[in-house]
């Protein structure tokens, strides 16, 4: 089992930054992907961000150029740093891990983000 533990959420102004961090614990010697989804009220939970152990990132075309996905391996923990945010980046944002493929079987329990005036 993997667990993931998620920080810094919070309340930005329109055009501020904020950086999320995600710690991993427990059988982590396997990891291969991390990454960062976030899920609006109403909405489904959506991409944000991935990177692969050897780097590889990936970006919802909504983030690209706005936000960074980075990852410490001797830390075991990813990162998102949010640039620019807008009032639409708002939803609680997941931190999440896989052993490879396209399926994320580990999650961690949310942070909120609030982007708003």
């Known amino acids: 089992q993997v667990q993931l533990v998620e920080s810094g959420g919070g309340l930005v102004q329109p055009g501020g930054s904020l950086r999320l961090s995600c710690a991993a614990s427990?059988?982590?010697?396997?990891?291969?992907?991390m990454g960062w989804y976030r899920q609006a009220p109403g909405k489904q939970r959506e991409l944000v961000a991935t990177?692969?152990?050897?780097?590889?990132?990936k970006y919802a075309d909504s983030v690209k150029g706005r936000f960074t996905i980075s990852r410490d391996n001797a830390k075991n923990s990813v990162y998102l740093q949010m640039n620019s945010l807008k009032p639409e980046d708002t939803a609680v944002y997941y931190c999440?891990?896989?052993?490879?493929?396209?399926?994320?079987?580990?999650w961690g329990q949310g942070t909120q983000v609030t982007v708003s005036s």
């Open positions: 427990g059988f982590i010697f396997s990891i291969d992907s």
């Open positions: 990177v692969t152990s050897g780097g590889g990132t």
């Open positions: 999440a891990a896989n052993y490879g493929g396209s399926t994320w079987p580990y």
